[in-house]
């Protein structure tokens, strides 16, 4: 199975191409192998299909996905988003979090949360949630803990910073372990960052016009080689822009 896949990494692939899990003839005795895949390819039956344009790639040993500029944001279980307070219904937020409908957070799902001792969001609050139910079929629901009933970095944040939208192919790229464009902001002045897999990026630093220049670097690095990104970034540490 893999080598069909392997065949393709680094090609461009179309929503409905196919790649089957049928193994010759030849070969059916030998040993399943296991492939895990990612964004932009879903399982049905013995096949995997292709549900997102852009090109193929592999990270060991076992791992596929789909690399596109997509912008329109699909929520996914387990993924960690910025959302923007939009209504108080009841005991129920409304969320925007930038997908086709609106998303549900319950005032107890913040730590240390109570009936009588009720967390102070307002409409109009920035907060950074993880999905627990999102699927095509049910309404996305928010929480702002993790399962151990912690805040873990999650809540209402966001005063004194400026909010902007990237695709999700950048947001990708600044959540990556060891992101090269982080490592070279960090080299030029000190500020504070929270990405969400929505595409949403906050960021703050010591002065609006610091983070002026932080949120614009981060927003023209999108379809920069990594040579053309350091340029730039030489260049505004020296003063010359």
């Known amino acids: ?76 279980k387990g993924e960690s988003v910025i959302g923007i307070i939009t209504a108080k219904s009841g005991d129920i937020f ?57 805040a873990n970095g999650m809540g209402v944040f966001g005063a004194g910073g400026l909010l902007f939208k990237v695709s999700l192919g950048l947001v990708r790229r600044l959540l990556a372990p060891q992101s090269e464009i982080a490592k070279d902001l960090e080299k030029m002045f000190p500020f504070e960052i929270v990405v969400g897999m929505n595409g949403r990026v906050w960021v703050k630093s010591k002065t609006i016009q610091q983070t002026l220049i932080v949120a614009n670097l981060l927003e023209s690095c999108e379809n920069m080689t990594a040579q053309q990104r350091q340029t730039l970034f030489r260049r505004v540490a020296d003063g010359s822009i």
């Not at 549900?51 to 996905?65: A, D, E, F, T």
């Not at 969001?121 to 999102?134: K, P």
């Open 94 to 150: 409304k969320v925007d979090v930038g997908g086709s409908e609106q998303a549900s957070l319950s005032y107890l799902a913040f730590e240390g949360a109570t009936k009588r001792n009720r967390p102070n969001v307002q409409v109009g609050d920035l907060v950074y949630s993880q999905f627990i139910i999102a699927n095509k079929d049910m309404e996305p629901e928010l929480v702002c803990i993790d399962s151990c009933g912690r």
């Open 1 to 76: 199975m893999q080598a069909c896949f392997k065949d393709k990494v680094g090609d461009v692939l179309l929503p409905g191409d196919v790649f089957s899990f049928q193994m010759p003839e030849s070969i059916t005795d030998s040993k399943p192998e296991k492939v895990v895949c990612g964004p932009g390819l879903r399982r049905n039956g013995d096949e995997v299909l292709v549900c997102k344009s852009g090109i193929l790639r592999h990270k060991q040993p076992n791992l596929y996905w789909i690399d596109s500029q997509q912008r329109r944001y699909v929520p996914g």
